[in-house]
């Protein structure tokens, strides 16, 4: 990125930079939390009152979701995130487990969380839930039908609105749409 401002500027005034070890050994020695920060200060929802979907009267639309990814196949990953049985023996890569909330509008993925494939999306949910705020009108399937995560949900003032077992949507309680 910085070449094409030693361009611009000219051969008189180039700017000095560390070079891809250097950035490489400091992020080493920083480990992930610096990158942890950003994603949650930039990953945030982006949707205007006009963008289709991404609003419902006056609250903000997101959805809660998980799944699995799997990761390079290396001996740190599998240190960290585990490797998921297979019918012949093991999974050929690790794998992690991710939930995330996403704007329904826009798609623009926030809160997210991972940890190894053998958390449920269920401990990890009662991370991420904590990155609603009072405008968001959160909607998500009958898995993370669970008192204690909605309850906590709640006290960030959002709505959770969730299919119960059975498959009906349902208000929430002490709310009203």
Not at 15 to 35: D, F, M, N, V, W
Not at 71 to 76: H, L, N, R, S, Y
Not at 128 to 157: H, I, N, R
Request: proline share 6%; net charge positive; with cysteine.
């Amino acid at each position: 990125m910085l070449e094409g401002i030693d361009w611009l500027r000219g051969p008189a005034e180039t700017i000095h930079t560390a070079g891809k070890s250097g950035i490489s050994q400091a992020r080493t020695r920083l480990c992930s939390e610096p990158l942890r920060l950003l994603l949650r200060e930039i990953a945030t929802p982006i949707g205007v009152k006009r963008t289709r979907g991404a609003w419902y009267r006056t609250w903000r639309l997101v959805s809660l979701d998980g799944g699995t990814l799997d990761v390079a196949d290396t001996v740190e990953k599998v240190k960290a995130f585990g490797r998921p049985s297979a019918s012949r023996g093991s999974s050929a890569y690790p794998q992690l487990r991710f939930v995330s909330f996403f704007e329904n509008g826009t798609h623009v993925l926030f809160g997210a969380r991972v940890d190894g494939w053998g958390v449920s999306e269920m401990a990890v949910a009662k991370d991420v839930v904590t990155s609603l705020t009072p405008e968001m009108l959160c909607l998500a399937d009958s898995y993370f039908y669970s008192s204690e995560l909605w309850s906590k949900a709640a006290t960030t003032g959002a709505k959770p609105l969730y299919p119960p077992k059975g498959g009906q949507m349902e208000r929430p309680k002490g709310g009203q749409i």
